[in-house]
């Protein structure tokens, strides 16, 4: 064999090896990087609650912050987090919205791309598309205000398991509610909800291990 054949062999030989190597280590970085799927147990320790068969919910129809009609339909092919919650609320609310924020911001860019926020509103009489758009809009630009006939929201907060009671103050009222995100998956059906306090780590760390085990 000529030594220009060994050379060639060896080359060869050489460049198989670096491409082996460095699919081996594509695959730990891979790895390492990719969400922890956590267990059952591990994401309710977390505050994440996922039921073992999604609950599908009846269909609604409500505007969203620009007029427009909101069905179950906007919530399918991307997951949802919704908070249910309105614009005159002084605290749980603008805490979870930030926190809703936070979360999508620190998200994979990946798992970002199909996550969606929507604040549905419980005090309709108040919480106009208009109002909405720039409660919303201070938190995320992408996020979405929801609002509409009020029964409408009260069988839609039924079906998700959202429960909330006008309380009046004087010439004034509030809205008690739960505090709770609500999670719907890309199919459009209620996957699972989490509950406060959100902690960034804590919610990032569920939630991405979530989409990631999901198919």
């Given amino acids: 064999m000529s030594s220009s054949s060994n050379r060639r062999g060896i080359f060869i030989t050489v460049l198989c090896c670096v491409?082996?190597?460095?699919?081996?280590?594509?695959?730990?970085?891979?790895?390492?990087?990719?969400p922890r799927v956590m267990t059952q147990s591990e994401l309710q320790l977390n505050g994440a609650i996922v039921f073992d068969k999604p609950r599908r919910f009846e269909d609604f129809e409500l505007l969203d912050q620009n007029g427009e009609p909101f069905t179950k339909?906007?919530?399918?092919?991307?997951?949802?987090?919704?908070?249910?919650?309105?614009?005159?609320?002084?605290?749980?609310?603008?805490t979870t919205?930030?926190?809703?924020?936070?979360?999508?911001?620190?998200?994979?860019?990946?798992?970002?791309?199909?996550?969606?926020?929507?604040?549905?509103?419980?005090?309709?009489?108040r919480d106009t598309p208009e109002l909405l758009k720039d409660y919303v809009g201070y938190f995320n630009p992408e996020f979405i205000g929801v609002t509409g006939d009020f029964l409408q929201i009260r069988r839609f907060a039924n079906q998700v398991n959202?429960?909330?009671?006008?309380?009046t103050q004087g010439d004034d009222y509030t809205v008690?509610?739960?505090?709770?995100i609500v999670l719907i998956n890309p199919y459009g059906d209620y996957h699972g909800f989490f509950k406060p306090p959100f902690e960034l780590a804590k919610l990032k760390a569920t939630y991405s291990s979530i989409v990631t085990s999901f198919d």
């Fill in 19 to 34: 491409a082996f190597m460095a699919l081996v280590v594509a695959g730990v970085v891979h790895k390492l990087l990719s």
């Fill in 73 to 94: 339909d906007d919530l399918t092919g991307q997951w949802s987090l919704l908070f249910f919650g309105f614009t005159h609320c002084p605290d749980i609310c603008p």
């Fill in 97 to 125: 919205m930030a926190d809703m924020a936070r979360l999508k911001q620190n998200l994979p860019a990946d798992i970002a791309e199909q996550t969606q926020g929507v604040l549905v509103s419980l005090d309709p009489a």
């Fill in 162 to 167: 959202v429960a909330f009671t006008k309380v």
């Fill in 176 to 180: 008690d509610h739960s505090g709770n």
